[in-house]
């Protein structure tokens, strides 16, 4: 009985030192390190405007109107770009329905920015992200998408062009993934131009 109680008493003992090493001490390192060493980051790399915040970098927002560059297709939630509701579509290559999903979005794209019936359609531009919240866009769907938000705005495709390139976010450690271009930087840009 006494080495049971002695057994009993270390893991007590145990349980409670982790629990709080575990539950207190190492969350508030980790927060005290994050807000000391990337505080923009940590918050959820929050975008304001006029000291309202207008979005995230981190998360992709539906802009309809013509004058806006478009993201992804979402898949999280009803309406999409639900952060609570995020997730991928989970049908594989030879899902009926991803086809015929992915049909109609090329010809809505293709129709949206004047495109030609067989254009290549870049796949993010009718493709949602595993998340459905992926906040950029391939440099080909912005370059496609440009001459129809230039029209819009009344801009020259040459700025649009330049504002596009500046906004492009190189390869990650300059080596992984491709250039990419964030839709609600891109768009803030535009409408600080305008």
């Given at each position: 009985?006494?080495?049971?109680?002695?057994?009993?008493r270390v893991a007590v003992v145990a349980t409670l030192f982790l629990a709080v090493v575990l539950c207190g001490v190492?969350?508030?390192?980790?927060?005290?390190?994050?807000?000391?060493?990337?505080?923009?980051?940590?918050?959820?790399?929050?975008?304001?405007?006029?000291?309202?915040?207008?979005?995230?970098?981190?998360?992709?927002?539906?802009?309809?109107?013509?004058?806006?560059?478009?993201?992804r297709p979402s898949a999280a939630g009803e309406a999409g770009y639900d952060a609570g509701n995020s997730s991928g579509?989970?049908?594989?290559?030879?899902?009926?329905?991803?086809?015929?999903?992915?049909?109609?979005?090329?010809?809505?794209?293709?129709?949206?920015?004047?495109?030609?019936?067989?254009?290549?359609?870049?796949?993010?531009?009718?493709?949602?992200?595993s998340s459905g919240l992926d906040p950029h866009i391939s440099l080909r769907n912005a370059f496609l998408q440009a001459?129809?938000?230039?029209?819009?705005?009344?801009?020259?495709?040459?700025?649009?062009?330049?504002?596009?390139?500046?906004?492009?976010?190189?390869?990650?450690?300059?080596?992984?993934?491709?250039?990419?271009?964030?839709?609600?930087?891109?768009?803030?840009?535009?409408?600080?131009?305008?």
């Amino acid at each position: 009985m006494k080495n049971m109680l002695s057994e009993l008493r270390v893991a007590v003992v145990a349980t409670l030192f982790l629990a709080v090493v575990l539950c207190g001490v190492y969350p508030l390192v980790v927060w005290a390190l994050s807000q000391g060493l990337f505080p923009h980051e940590a918050n959820g790399s929050l975008i304001q405007r006029g000291g309202t915040v207008v979005g995230s970098e981190l998360i992709a927002q539906n802009f309809g109107s013509p004058k806006y560059f478009h993201p992804r297709p979402s898949a999280a939630g009803e309406a999409g770009y639900d952060a609570g509701n995020s997730s991928g579509t989970n049908l594989g290559p030879l899902s009926k329905k991803l086809t015929d999903a992915v049909k109609e979005r090329v010809e809505a794209y293709r129709a949206e920015n004047g495109l030609a019936p067989d254009a290549r359609v870049p796949a993010d531009a009718v493709t949602s992200s595993s998340s459905g919240l992926d906040p950029h866009i391939s440099l080909r769907n912005a370059f496609l998408q440009a001459p129809r938000v230039a029209q819009a705005r009344g801009l020259d495709s040459e700025a649009l062009e330049k504002i596009i390139r500046a906004i492009t976010e190189g390869r990650d450690v300059g080596v992984f993934g491709e250039p990419r271009v964030n839709v609600l930087k891109l768009n803030l840009a535009l409408d600080k131009k305008m």
